[in-house]
């Protein structure tokens, strides 16, 4: 759990998926929850660097950031 809330700006790339900018890294959407409130973010490097860093928003509002990136920004 992150010490205060930080309000996060959710972007939308030219094809219209949503991501997200957090201290440098890009994050994507888990499908399951991409339209609802509460929304589990993975690393946007997950599948090409095996990296494990995760975020949970609440109405756009980081509330949870676990796992340490493996890569450089």
């Known amino acids: ?6 309000k996060v700006k959710v972007i939308k790339t030219q094809t ?3 991501k997200l900018s ?3 890294y890009m994050y994507r ?7 609802q409130p509460r929304v589990l973010w993975y690393c946007a490097a997950r599948n ?8 949970r928003t609440y ?3 980081v509330i949870d950031v676990s796992g340490v990136h493996n890569h450089d920004r």
Do not use: D
Request: hydrophobic share 25%.
């Open 29 to 35: 959407p888990h499908n399951a929850y991409r339209n």
């Open 16 to 18: 219209g998926y949503p």
């Open 1 to 6: 759990m992150i010490s205060s809330r930080v």
């Open 59 to 61: 109405n756009n509002e």
């Open 48 to 55: 090409k660097f095996q990296c494990t860093a995760t975020l």
């Open 22 to 24: 957090l201290n440098g």
